[in-house]
């Protein structure tokens, strides 16, 4: 579980097949790695991956066909840079909202305008889980968390203010780029629990 607070960047350090998946390593010594063990959870791009081989600087990762089919992972290039978050402590503040990094699906970026010191940011989702966001609802974008300002269809804007835009990869998109969706769990609950029938619930 995370928050979708960004904790630091880290860069691809390696991207290549193995066995029909696919291994990485991500270099992330600004992450602070020194209370990462084998087999801990570890947000990279919003994605929860399993950290193996962990150094002082790097870890690496396998990521599934599953998880290349639906997430950017599979795009990534040597010297990318990612967003990533240590797993949630429950000791730790819960600054952004409850995140699984379970990527639900791929938004793309379609407009971004100034707004003051701020950025308004408009994406795309697939139909299919445009019902599952809502306005000053909660988003997981690229392992961020962010507020929905309005919703519009298949279209949803958010608003980034500037320290947002520096500590994430935020910086670096543009208008057409891909990134990883994880909708709110609690939208996800919420439909689960709506679509069984009542006299079954108990």
Known sequence: ?????????????????????RRLIV?????????VREGDSIAVAGVCLTALDVTA???????????????????LQVGDTVNLEKALRLSDRLGGHLVSGHVDGLAT??????DARSQ??????????????????SVCLDGV????????????????IPHTQAVTTFGARRAGDRVNLEVDLMA????????????TRD
């Open 188 to 199: 996800r609950y919420a439909e689960r629990l709506a679509s069984i029938p009542a006299d």
């Open 57 to 75: 600087a790097t870890f690496a990762a396998d990521v599934s066909v599953e998880t290349l089919e639906h997430t950017t992972l599979g795009a």
């Open 109 to 114: 970026v379609v407009a971004v305008h100034d």
């Open 27 to 35: 270099e992330a010594a600004a992450l602070g790695l020194d209370d």
């Open 145 to 160: 968390s962010l507020t929905v300002n309005e919703v519009d269809g298949t279209r949803f804007g958010v608003n980034l």
């Open 1 to 21: 579980m995370f928050t979708g607070i960004i904790q630091a960047l880290g860069h691809i350090a390696m991207s290549e097949p193995r066995g029909g998946d």
């Open 120 to 137: 308004r940011w408009t994406f795309e989702v697939p139909a299919a889980l445009a019902r599952y966001i809502a306005a000053k609802g």
